[in-house]
């Protein structure tokens, strides 16, 4: 009559014992032992202000006896319930036995309950036949059949709340609370209970009207192809008598069909019945292969192509909408796109990794000129344009709205790749790779000039580059993204403060409004035009495009929020979007803005200290009398003070590499440019200068087809990109420009400026 059974599992069993002495302990668990149980575990403490003895001959009995013990809290009247503990250790350590100590009894029951295991016999000792627990004299409600009920009925709600299937955002809201937790001291396990059991309560960041536009859009078929769908697949094999297991991949699986069929096989399919039907194939010949029996298989299919989406609020850095795929969603944490997968950013890198930098820190403006002519990368490699040829002298505003590689790579050539790698870490990357050794050996680093045109060891998150753009549009200001603003415990003390996260100025105003508005160009002429709203709000932003198409994003914002889309497969396959990305962006936006009622004559104020000049369009200098001429804006302490040479350009015969005839067939045009020490240099001639003292004496006689180009030669290449390191983007309906030659030697002393 002193034994009390409580059924909580089908797979053991759980019972109150009133033993509370050694001798009353070791009978029952003798008698338990007769039944071969599984496992023995005890659940027990001891009284306060008893004789310590008792507490030793407890721990040793249950030490002896028990598989494992849980040693916890009883009665402690005046005494430290870790004392009385201490002393139960001092007998159970004289054993092997194996244990824990939980003070907590009813987290002590919780343990034993969630850790039991098929065949256990789970027994709590010493208190079933009182219904208080006596703390420093005072009698507290306390009775185990209770506890347990409880412990049941939280384990059942949090089972249902994790069988849930939470959308991409709630995963990351629970992912980012885990680790705010941990940085304030929790140890991961008990964050992960506080989440779960502690009563948390959250106040998220996330906007359900955005979240259910962005939601639509990215699961509308009328953006996408025909769907493939991608095989995750695992299968593991049993010896059917030694039960040693075999494991397969999807790797296995391809490797086993292109052995078959005698060519490359992707485990990519165009329906279920598809892809059913090859890992029934494959699964069967390994079973006949080997003879064992089938332990377990893995079957998911995983649509393609695939996108994510953030969209953020660049003004307190919350995050309103995050998509990290599409299709159904069938599990918790699953792999979340904009937050976990590193992609190659392509093109839009071309702005927060070379521009910002050049303008912020390097005394550039919009108005700086490079030559849009044949360039290589330090190890040899050639850089390519998306268009094959060359456009010879263009401003950084222009290179921006069309997506000039070259000029990209020039111009963190002269930023120096490593303060545009700061200047990164600046702007919230932490994916970035300083220096690391492969393990082949191989030096690997993102600080090289292809950093300008976003070719990375590892990549970027959707996420992050959301937040560096945010950036920009928040006048220099990055914030941290954030998915939750605040969050209170179970007794309504606030835990976590996110309302006013910290701001951290990472480039100037004029920066910030200067990038703005050269991207404002990139959708209103240039390589982004599709994402233009409709509504006539202002908008800014960058496309991007890597090499084999295999990634495409446009990263871009309005006075109100930023976000980034991506499109493209799961693993380096090429797709083309062409356009889609920038449509899809564009609607969503257009969408929000209709759904929040936002003023569409909203715009980015200009700061103070922005001016209007107007310089030589083929240096960047100011201009002399017969230059061509562009007007732009400028920070007001980085207008050029120089003046412009008056002949700025000469035509070289390719062959003689002297001053060409009419008659040369093959021509390049130099620029002189100003050097680091004022002294003006023909950049590109690597021959000696005297020869261009006289015409060529090759031609002249013969009538040859003349065939010019600007600043290059005519043996172009106009292949995409071939190069890992470089980006491709779509090419728009764009002339190539032509330069006027100057008419005068002797420079003015007017120019242009205005406020």
């Given at each position: 009559?002193?034994?009390?059974?409580?059924k909580?599992?089908?797979?053991?069993?759980?019972?109150?014992?009133?033993?509370?002495?050694?001798?009353?302990?070791?009978?029952?668990?003798?008698?338990?032992?007769?039944?071969?149980?599984?496992?023995i575990?005890?659940v027990?403490?001891?009284?306060?202000?008893?004789?310590?003895?008792?507490?030793?001959e407890?721990?040793?009995?249950?030490?002896?006896?028990?598989d494992?013990t849980?040693?916890?809290s009883?009665?402690?009247?005046?005494?430290?319930?870790?004392?009385?503990?201490?002393?139960?250790k001092v007998?159970?350590?004289?054993?092997?036995g194996?244990?824990?100590?939980?003070?907590?009894?009813?987290?002590a029951?919780?343990?034993?309950?969630?850790?039991?295991?098929?065949?256990?016999v789970?027994?709590?000792a010493?208190?079933?036949?009182?219904?208080?627990?006596?703390i420093?004299?005072?009698?507290?409600?306390?009775?185990?059949?209770v506890?347990i009920?409880?412990?049941?009925e939280?384990?059942?709600?949090?089972?249902?709340?994790k069988?849930?299937?939470?959308?991409?955002?709630?995963?990351?809201?629970?992912?980012?609370?885990?680790n705010?937790?941990?940085?304030?001291?929790?140890?991961?396990?008990?964050?992960?209970?506080?989440?779960?059991?502690?009563?948390?309560?959250v106040?998220?960041?996330q906007?359900?009207?955005?979240?259910?536009i962005?939601?639509?859009?990215?699961?509308?078929?009328?953006?996408?192809?025909?769907?493939?769908?991608?095989?995750?697949?695992?299968?593991?094999?049993?010896?059917k008598?030694?039960?040693?297991?075999?494991?397969?991949?999807?790797?296995?699986?391809?490797?086993?069909f292109?052995?078959?069929?005698?060519?490359d096989?992707?485990?990519?399919?165009?329906?279920?019945?598809?892809?059913?039907?090859?890992?029934d194939?494959?699964?069967?010949?390994?079973?006949?292969?080997?003879?064992?029996?089938?332990?377990?298989?893995?079957?998911?299919?995983?649509?393609?192509?695939?996108?994510?989406?953030t969209?953020?609020?660049?003004?307190t850095?919350?995050?309103?909408?995050?998509?990290?795929?599409r299709?159904?969603?069938?599990?918790?944490?699953?792999?979340?796109?904009?937050?976990?997968?590193?992609r190659?950013?392509?093109?839009?890198?071309k702005?927060?990794?070379?521009?910002?930098?050049?303008?912020?820190a390097?005394?550039?403006?919009?108005?700086?000129?490079?030559?849009?002519a044949?360039?290589?990368?330090?190890?040899?490699?050639?850089?390519?344009?998306?268009?094959?040829?060359?456009?010879?002298?263009?401003?950084i505003?222009?290179?921006i709205?069309?997506?000039?590689?070259?000029?990209?790579?020039k111009?963190?050539?002269?930023?120096t790749?490593?303060?545009?790698y700061?200047?990164?870490?600046?702007l919230?990357?932490?994916?970035?790779?300083?220096?690391?050794?492969?393990?082949?050996?191989?030096?690997?680093?993102?600080?090289?000039?292809?950093?300008?045109?976003?070719?990375?060891?590892?990549?970027?998150?959707?996420?992050?580059?959301?937040?560096?753009?945010a950036?920009?549009?928040?006048?220099?200001?990055?914030?941290?993204?954030?998915f939750y603003?605040?969050?209170?415990?179970?007794?309504?003390?606030?835990?976590?403060?996110?309302?006013?996260?910290?701001?951290?100025?990472v480039?100037?105003?004029?920066?910030?409004?200067?990038?703005?508005?050269?991207?404002h160009?990139?959708?209103?002429?240039?390589?982004?035009?599709?994402?233009?709203s409709?509504?006539?709000?202002?908008?800014?932003?960058?496309?991007?495009?890597?090499?084999?198409d295999?990634?495409?994003?446009f990263?871009?914002y309005?006075?109100?929020?930023?976000?980034?889309?991506?499109?493209?497969n799961?693993?380096?396959?090429?797709?083309?979007?062409?356009?889609?990305?920038?449509?899809m962006?564009?609607?969503?936006?257009?969408q929000?803005?209709?759904?929040k009622?936002l003023?569409?004559?909203a715009?980015?104020?200009m700061?103070d200290?922005?001016v209007q000049?107007?310089?030589?369009?083929?240096?960047?200098?100011?201009?002399?009398?017969g230059?061509?001429?562009?007007?732009?804006?400028?920070?007001?302490?980085?207008?050029?003070?120089?003046?412009?040479?008056?002949?700025?350009k000469?035509v070289v015969?390719?062959?003689?590499?002297?001053?060409?005839?009419?008659?040369?067939?093959?021509?390049t045009?130099?620029?002189?440019?100003?050097n680091?020490?004022?002294?003006?240099?023909?950049e590109?001639?690597?021959?000696?200068?005297?020869?261009?003292?006289?015409?060529?004496?090759?031609?002249?006689?013969?009538?040859?087809?003349k065939?010019?180009?600007?600043?290059?030669?005519?043996?172009?290449?106009?292949?995409?990109?071939?190069?890992?390191?470089?980006?491709t983007?779509?090419?728009?309906?764009t002339?190539?420009?032509?330069?006027?030659?100057?008419?005068?030697?002797?420079?003015?002393s007017?120019?242009?400026?205005?406020?």
């Amino acid at each position: 009559g002193r034994i009390e059974m409580i059924k909580v599992s089908d797979e053991f069993t759980l019972m109150i014992d009133y033993a509370h002495n050694a001798m009353a302990l070791e009978s029952l668990l003798d008698t338990l032992r007769d039944y071969h149980p599984e496992r023995i575990v005890t659940v027990f403490g001891f009284g306060g202000n008893r004789s310590k003895t008792r507490r030793y001959e407890m721990g040793e009995v249950s030490g002896k006896l028990s598989d494992f013990t849980i040693i916890t809290s009883d009665n402690p009247r005046f005494e430290e319930p870790q004392a009385i503990i201490d002393d139960i250790k001092v007998g159970i350590e004289k054993t092997d036995g194996a244990y824990v100590e939980i003070i907590d009894r009813k987290e002590a029951i919780r343990y034993a309950i969630t850790h039991g295991q098929t065949g256990d016999v789970i027994v709590l000792a010493g208190k079933g036949h009182e219904d208080y627990q006596e703390i420093k004299g005072v009698k507290y409600p306390m009775d185990e059949r209770v506890l347990i009920a409880e412990v049941l009925e939280e384990l059942k709600e949090e089972k249902q709340q994790k069988t849930e299937v939470n959308s991409y955002y709630t995963d990351e809201v629970i992912k980012q609370l885990q680790n705010d937790l941990v940085a304030k001291g929790y140890s991961e396990d008990e964050a992960e209970s506080l989440i779960w059991s502690g009563g948390l309560k959250v106040i998220v960041c996330q906007d359900p009207e955005i979240q259910e536009i962005a939601d639509s859009v990215v699961n509308d078929t009328s953006y996408w192809p025909e769907p493939v769908y991608q095989l995750n697949y695992a299968l593991t094999l049993a010896d059917k008598e030694t039960k040693v297991q075999t494991n397969y991949s999807v790797e296995n699986l391809e490797s086993w069909f292109a052995e078959q069929q005698g060519y490359d096989y992707s485990a990519r399919y165009y329906s279920e019945d598809e892809a059913r039907a090859a890992a029934d194939e494959f699964r069967d010949a390994m079973v006949a292969e080997t003879g064992d029996e089938v332990f377990m298989e893995t079957f998911k299919l995983v649509i393609q192509p695939q996108v994510s989406f953030t969209l953020m609020d660049q003004n307190t850095g919350q995050v309103k909408a995050l998509v990290g795929g599409r299709g159904e969603k069938t599990e918790n944490r699953s792999f979340n796109r904009a937050t976990e997968a590193t992609r190659q950013p392509g093109s839009c890198f071309k702005i927060v990794a070379t521009y910002l930098p050049a303008l912020d820190a390097c005394n550039m403006s919009l108005a700086t000129v490079y030559d849009d002519a044949p360039y290589y990368y330090e190890n040899g490699n050639q850089v390519f344009n998306w268009y094959g040829g060359y456009w010879g002298p263009k401003t950084i505003r222009y290179a921006i709205m069309e997506s000039m590689n070259i000029i990209a790579v020039k111009c963190i050539t002269d930023v120096t790749p490593q303060l545009a790698y700061d200047y990164l870490l600046k702007l919230g990357f932490t994916t970035l790779v300083e220096r690391k050794t492969d393990s082949d050996g191989l030096i690997l680093s993102d600080i090289n000039q292809s950093l300008a045109l976003g070719g990375l060891t590892n990549g970027i998150t959707n996420l992050e580059i959301t937040a560096a753009y945010a950036t920009i549009a928040n006048g220099g200001n990055y914030i941290k993204p954030v998915f939750y603003s605040e969050v209170y415990d179970h007794e309504g003390n606030l835990l976590i403060d996110n309302r006013e996260p910290e701001k951290t100025r990472v480039i100037s105003e004029q920066t910030a409004w200067l990038l703005t508005s050269a991207m404002h160009d990139v959708v209103t002429g240039g390589t982004g035009s599709g994402a233009n709203s409709y509504t006539g709000m202002y908008t800014a932003g960058k496309t991007g495009t890597t090499s084999g198409d295999f990634d495409n994003w446009f990263c871009g914002y309005n006075p109100y929020y930023t976000a980034s889309i991506w499109l493209g497969n799961d693993e380096n396959i090429t797709y083309s979007p062409g356009s889609i990305k920038c449509y899809m962006w564009r609607d969503i936006m257009d969408q929000v803005i209709e759904k929040k009622g936002l003023d569409t004559s909203a715009t980015f104020e200009m700061p103070d200290g922005i001016v209007q000049a107007t310089v030589c369009s083929d240096t960047g200098l100011l201009p002399s009398n017969g230059c061509p001429t562009v007007t732009d804006y400028f920070d007001a302490s980085k207008i050029p003070t120089k003046y412009c040479p008056g002949v700025k350009k000469v035509v070289v015969c390719n062959e003689s590499h002297m001053l060409a005839n009419k008659e040369c067939p093959e021509t390049t045009t130099f620029i002189y440019k100003l050097n680091d020490d004022g002294e003006y240099v023909l950049e590109g001639y690597t021959w000696d200068e005297s020869l261009l003292k006289e015409h060529c004496n090759i031609h002249g006689k013969k009538k040859d087809t003349k065939k010019t180009t600007k600043a290059t030669t005519t043996t172009e290449d106009t292949s995409e990109d071939t190069t890992d390191d470089t980006t491709t983007e779509e090419p728009t309906t764009t002339e190539e420009p032509t330069t006027e030659e100057p008419t005068s030697e002797e420079p003015t002393s007017s120019t242009e400026i205005t406020t």
